[in-house]
């Protein structure tokens, strides 16, 4: 019998492995994020970490997630390491898998989602699709994704946990906070976890009276005309007026 192409072979290595271990923040530190909305976080990482809109909570609009990530990517439409991220999970785990925003079939279902439970995920966030969305809403366990499938998944591998991956359009490293609530998904790399908390903190309390005011409808848009007037922008008052002999607009008065 013809042995199969060298080609068809898996190789250990980059694309073939799984990181048993990673560095972990203390979950005293990352719990205080959930009292911070998504929008709030985003602000502050200068809106680049916030993954696409398109994976959004597909469960239960109260749902909120927190947690650092353990990190799996699968080959598109295959769930091998899906499977396997439940032996390497801790409680309070965030997995987030990068099936490259695949719309063949699922890759997580009742049943994975069922046994992380019971080892104690935080949730899942999927840059594809799951199926049995009923069954998983049964369960109280939030799950972010792109959408939902009949079409099951393989298990025949490759993939990789706990290595760089790409969800959303955002890196997410292994151990990186993931914070999801009903308006998205937000990466918050490692290293700048705990001045980040300061930040929202002082954010919040800054804007506290801004707010306030804004609801009594006592509130100026000065800033804006500044900005305007910085830039040059014109403007017109009334009709518009012909363009002169040069095709040059002639307005009011430019704000000042």
Not at 56 to 74: E, M, Y
Not at 240 to 249: E, Q, V
Request: net charge negative.
């Amino acid at each position: 019998m013809a042995n199969k192409p060298r080609s068809a072979h898996l190789h250990p290595g980059p694309g073939f492995r799984v990181r048993m271990n990673i560095e972990r923040l203390a979950p005293e530190l990352m719990n205080q994020f959930a009292d911070f909305a998504t929008p709030d976080i985003s602000d502050l990482l200068n809106r680049l970490y916030a993954v696409d809109p398109g994976i959004r909570c597909l469960t239960r609009d109260k749902h909120q997630v927190h947690g650092p990530a353990c990190t799996v990517k699968v080959f598109p439409g295959d769930n091998l390491m899906v499977h396997k991220s439940l032996d390497v999970i801790e409680p309070g785990d965030v997995v987030i898998i990068d099936a490259g925003g695949s719309t063949l079939n699922a890759v997580l279902g009742d049943l994975v989602a069922t046994k992380a439970k019971h080892r104690g995920a935080a949730g899942f966030v999927v840059d594809g699709l799951i199926r049995d969305l009923p069954g998983i809403r049964d369960l109280d366990l939030p799950v972010f994704a792109r959408g939902t499938s009949p079409i099951g998944p393989l298990h025949r591998g490759p993939g990789e946990i706990n290595y760089p991956i790409c969800c959303g359009g955002v890196v997410v490293n292994p151990g990186d906070l993931i914070v999801g609530d009903s308006m998205g998904v937000v990466v918050v790399p490692t290293m700048i976890v705990a001045e980040l908390l300061e930040r929202l903190r002082t954010h919040e309390s800054s804007n506290a009276d801004y707010f306030e005011s804004v609801k009594k409808g006592n509130f100026s848009n000065t800033w804006v005309d500044k900005i305007l007037a910085d830039l040059e922008c014109p403007l017109i008052r009334g009709t518009p007026a012909a363009p002169d002999a040069d095709n040059k607009i002639h307005t009011d008065a430019l704000v000042s």
